[in-house]
Structures are given as C-alpha cells and as structure tokens.
C-alpha cells in the first residue's frame, strides 16, 4: 500500500496507517517507537503522527516513554480470546441479519466482490497492511448495511485493538490466500438469503483470530 499521506486529514489518516500496522505486527509489542521517525516515513511532519500515537495511548494500544518515544502495549493471549469471543457474538448473529437484507446487498455486490477480490491480491501479493485495510471495508462496509452505527463502532474498535501477527508468517507460507478466499462465499451465502451458512462461513473465518493469525 502506498504509505505517503497526501490527502488534508493527515492525522486521521496516520492514525489509520499506525492502527493496521498495531494489528498486523509492523509495530512490535515493548518496541519504542519515534514519532519522528515514523513521520519521516510516512512523508509528514512530526505534528499529525504524534497525535495519532496520542491517541492510540488514550485507547490502551501504546504508552508513552518519557524522553524516547511511544511503546506498544503487549495484548495478552486471555485479552486476544476476549475480543474473539466479543466478535464472534456481534459479528455472526449480525451477517446473519443481513441475509433478511439481501436487496441492499445485491445493489452492491459489484463492490463488495471488488474489494473481496482485491482481499486476495493483496494475499498473493504478501502485502499484509494492504490486507486488512480490504478486509477491514469488507466486513465493516457490510454491517453499515444493517444501518446501526454503534455496532459498527464497537467492531471497529474491537478490530483495531486485535494482534494478528502470525499474518505475516502465514503470508510467507502461501496460507494467507486460502483465507484471503473466504470472503466472496461469505458475500454470496448473503445474497443468497442463507442465515446458516453465512453463521458458518463467518465463524470459520472468525476462528484464524485465535488460530493461524495468533
């Protein structure tokens, strides 16, 4: 994915850049990291990059070292089985919902069977940022279907406070792809009004949280 910021948001947009780097691993849990450095990288300056650090230490994801910069806060293997558990009973009874929804889904299949298929691109292609910013707008942009906002909120912040580093080691191994390819059954067992395969193909791909992607 393109890591230089050039849009008006640059805080918004580096917090987003920093919160998939969280999850995927890029940022390593007890690693100091610079907002300096991480700025340069990123193509801005120190200002919208410390910010976004800020506020990922106000949501519990990093803390601030006096005089050397930001630390990754460890997620512990009981916290990452917690917000499983939560995902699990938020997301599969609600993509079962949206099999009552099947209209609003269709109108945008063309969409959602694009990114599905940029998901696995981005697998074969072992770009894991890239990944999961397409699995994020997959799964999230499906259940803004079901019109409420604080489900949506709550899965978001769930997704971002999880840790999937065997991503990469599942990457190198050619596994990521297989998973990668999970994503358009999931769309058409929606589209096709079925509420029980949609609960399996979704707990089935919920279960690499605490499997391959641990």
Known sequence: MENLLQQTNLRDQALQVLKLRLVSGDLQPGHIYSAAALALELGVSNSPVREAMLTLVNQGLMETVKNRGFRVVP????????????????????????????????????????????????????????????????????????????????????????RQYGLRALSERGGLVQSALEHQPILEAVIAGDPTLTERLMTDHLSHLVGDWA
């Open 75 to 162: 997620l512990s293997e009981k916290e990452q089985q917690n917000i499983y558990d939560l995902r699990i009973l938020l997301e599969v009874p609600s993509m079962s919902r949206l099999c009552r929804a099947t209209e609003a889904v269709l109108a945008r299949r063309e969409e959602f069977s694009k990114i599905a298929s940029d998901i696995v691109a981005c697998a074969k292609a072992g770009d894991i940022v890239g990944y999961l910013e397409m699995d994020r707008r997959f799964h999230l942009g499906l259940l803004e279907i079901l019109q409420n906002d604080h489900l949506v909120t709550i899965v978001e912040n769930l997704r971002d406070q999880s």
